[in-house]
């Protein structure tokens, strides 16, 4: 797969995806990631990529023209999924990462200040998302929550493939929270491992384990279990 990321801040982007599985992607040849600097398109010689919103109002909105001439250059006539970050975009779910990872190519555009001019999202944007209901800085975070979720679902990229089938939001848990999970030493500070998880017993296990996922996902997440019964 290939990710491109249209952003005014590269440099963010260095530690998060020089690191665990997004590096072990890219070494591998399963992803690669090219990073545009948003200014290289800007036509002044100040780099300035924003101007004042018509209509009056606070704040600044970025410019259509260096985001038309960047996706013009870097896509030239090559297919791509395009997504905008932004705050007015759907919920970022485990179900749209995994549509996301069926794409041989994405583009991700890094909004910024007050918004993007309209005419990018209707002439150049394929999907707005957005990974919660809040307000950050600019749109290179959320790029890279949504590189990492795509990312780990790419054929190859994670060991254990299994794993991913147990995972809180997947399907094989009816799009619930996972079960809760320990480890080696059985007992520590008089905190004991269940006793179902070392009985050896797979169908037993298998049981408590949905149960303590239903539990938890009822408790934590009720908005999900809404969801479950509407779909």
């Known amino acids: ?22 590096k072990r992607a890219q070494e591998k040849g399963m992803l690669k990631l090219k990073l545009w600097n948003l200014r290289d398109w800007a036509p002044n010689k100040h780099k300035k ?28 006539n090559n297919s791509a999924h395009k997504v905008c970050l932004t705050p007015c975009g759907i919920p970022f779910t485990q179900k749209l990462a995994k549509k996301l990872s069926g794409f041989e190519r994405l583009f991700l555009l890094c909004g910024h200040y007050e918004g993007i001019d309209e005419r990018v999202r209707k002439s150049l944007i394929d999907e707005e998302i957005s990974i919660g209901d809040y307000v ?21 990229v994670v060991g254990d493939e299994d794993s991913l089938e147990e995972e809180s939001f997947h399907d094989s848990l009816s799009g619930g929270l996972e079960y809760p999970q320990y480890t080696r030493p059985v007992e ?44």
């Open 49 to 76: 990529v924003d101007d004042r919103p018509f209509g009056g109002g606070p704040g600044m909105v970025m410019s259509p023209v260096p985001i038309f001439r960047a996706m013009s250059e870097i896509l030239k």
């Open 1 to 22: 797969m290939i990710i491109d990321v249209l952003t005014i801040f590269p440099d963010m982007f260095n530690a998060v995806l020089g690191e665990s599985i997004i």
């Open 136 to 156: 950050l800085t600019g749109g290179e975070l959320p790029a890279m929550v949504v590189i990492d979720a795509v990312t780990r679902l790419l054929p190859g």
């Open 188 to 231: 520590y500070k008089g905190m004991k491992v269940p006793d179902v998880l070392l009985s050896g017993d797979h169908k037993k296990i298998q049981v408590w384990r949905k149960k303590q996922a239903q539990s938890r996902t009822h408790k934590r997440r009720p908005d999900l279990i809404k969801k479950q019964l509407k779909g």
